[in-house]
Protein backbone atom coordinates (compact mmCIF):
# COMPACT_ATOMS: atom_id res chain seq x y z
CA UNK A 1 0.00 0.00 0.00
CA UNK A 2 1.60 3.20 -1.18
CA UNK A 3 1.51 5.89 1.85
CA UNK A 4 2.94 9.45 2.48
CA UNK A 5 2.66 11.71 -0.94
CA UNK A 6 3.12 8.95 -3.06
CA UNK A 7 -0.54 7.96 -2.44
CA UNK A 8 -1.97 11.45 -4.02
CA UNK A 9 0.59 10.75 -7.26
CA UNK A 10 -0.87 8.72 -10.21
CA UNK A 11 1.39 6.02 -10.05
CA UNK A 12 2.07 4.26 -13.40
CA UNK A 13 0.54 1.29 -13.73
CA UNK A 14 -2.32 3.40 -12.87
CA UNK A 15 -1.92 5.90 -15.77
CA UNK A 16 -1.78 2.74 -18.31
CA UNK A 17 -4.61 1.07 -17.08
CA UNK A 18 -6.95 4.47 -17.35
CA UNK A 19 -5.18 4.67 -21.13
CA UNK A 20 -6.45 1.15 -22.11
CA UNK A 21 -10.22 1.93 -20.36
CA UNK A 22 -10.85 5.40 -22.26
CA UNK A 23 -9.74 3.20 -25.54
CA UNK A 24 -11.97 0.48 -24.22
CA UNK A 25 -9.02 -1.95 -24.63
CA UNK A 26 -9.64 -5.24 -22.63
CA UNK A 27 -6.90 -7.66 -21.83
CA UNK A 28 -7.32 -9.71 -25.19
CA UNK A 29 -7.14 -6.55 -27.19
CA UNK A 30 -3.84 -5.13 -25.22
CA UNK A 31 -2.57 -8.55 -26.10
CA UNK A 32 -3.44 -8.55 -29.88
CA UNK A 33 -2.22 -4.98 -29.72
CA UNK A 34 1.00 -6.00 -28.56
CA UNK A 35 0.66 -2.73 -25.87
CA UNK A 36 3.03 -2.83 -23.20
CA UNK A 37 4.11 -0.59 -20.07
CA UNK A 38 7.61 1.11 -20.17
CA UNK A 39 9.57 2.00 -17.59
CA UNK A 40 11.17 5.10 -18.05
CA UNK A 41 14.57 3.03 -18.81
CA UNK A 42 12.60 0.58 -21.36
CA UNK A 43 11.13 3.81 -23.64
CA UNK A 44 15.25 5.30 -23.38
CA UNK A 45 16.33 1.94 -24.70
CA UNK A 46 13.70 1.41 -27.59
CA UNK A 47 13.51 4.83 -28.74
CA UNK A 48 17.22 6.05 -28.12
CA UNK A 49 15.69 9.14 -26.40
CA UNK A 50 12.77 10.31 -23.43
CA UNK A 51 13.33 8.83 -20.42
CA UNK A 52 9.73 8.38 -19.20
CA UNK A 53 7.09 5.93 -18.48
CA UNK A 54 5.22 5.05 -21.61
CA UNK A 55 3.15 2.75 -23.78
CA UNK A 56 5.19 0.47 -26.58
CA UNK A 57 2.83 0.69 -29.72
CA UNK A 58 3.83 -2.00 -32.23
CA UNK A 59 3.50 -1.78 -35.65
CA UNK A 60 2.43 -4.72 -37.93
CA UNK A 61 2.15 -5.29 -41.87
CA UNK A 62 -0.37 -6.52 -43.66
CA UNK A 63 1.05 -10.25 -43.07
CA UNK A 64 0.39 -9.49 -39.21
CA UNK A 65 3.45 -9.64 -38.63
CA UNK A 66 5.90 -7.27 -36.63
CA UNK A 67 7.22 -4.32 -38.78
CA UNK A 68 10.17 -4.01 -36.24
CA UNK A 69 8.51 0.14 -36.09
CA UNK A 70 6.84 0.88 -32.46
CA UNK A 71 6.00 4.11 -31.13
CA UNK A 72 5.29 4.76 -28.02
CA UNK A 73 2.70 7.06 -26.01
CA UNK A 74 4.04 8.97 -23.26
CA UNK A 75 1.54 8.96 -20.09
CA UNK A 76 2.69 11.67 -18.32
CA UNK A 77 3.62 14.29 -21.18
CA UNK A 78 5.74 17.42 -20.86
CA UNK A 79 4.64 19.41 -23.77
CA UNK A 80 2.03 19.06 -26.13
CA UNK A 81 3.87 15.46 -27.75
CA UNK A 82 1.78 13.06 -26.66
CA UNK A 83 3.61 10.22 -28.98
CA UNK A 84 7.05 9.35 -29.74
CA UNK A 85 9.22 7.03 -31.70
CA UNK A 86 13.69 6.56 -32.67
CA UNK A 87 14.71 9.81 -34.36
CA UNK A 88 15.22 9.73 -38.35
CA UNK A 89 12.76 6.47 -38.27
CA UNK A 90 10.65 7.84 -40.95
CA UNK A 91 6.85 7.55 -41.39
CA UNK A 92 5.24 4.66 -41.34
CA UNK A 93 1.54 3.23 -42.19
CA UNK A 94 -0.38 0.60 -38.88
CA UNK A 95 -2.69 -1.60 -39.18
CA UNK A 96 -4.09 -2.98 -36.25
CA UNK A 97 -3.73 -6.19 -35.74
CA UNK A 98 -7.63 -6.39 -35.08
CA UNK A 99 -8.78 -5.08 -38.34
CA UNK A 100 -6.45 -7.46 -40.28
CA UNK A 101 -8.37 -10.10 -40.72
CA UNK A 102 -11.70 -8.07 -41.56
CA UNK A 103 -9.65 -6.22 -44.28
CA UNK A 104 -8.12 -9.22 -45.98
CA UNK A 105 -11.89 -11.22 -45.76
CA UNK A 106 -13.78 -8.02 -47.80
CA UNK A 107 -10.03 -7.96 -50.74
Known amino acids: MTMGFASY ?6 LYHQFLQARQFDDTD ?3 LGLQLLTPDETQALIGH ?9 YYGLDGVET ?3 RIRLLMPKTKMKYS ?8 SIFPQ ?10
Open 9 to 14: VTQPSE
Open 30 to 32: QQT
Open 50 to 58: TKDWSVKIP
Open 68 to 70: GFT
Open 85 to 92: QRRSSGAH
Open 98 to 107: HLIGLVLLKM
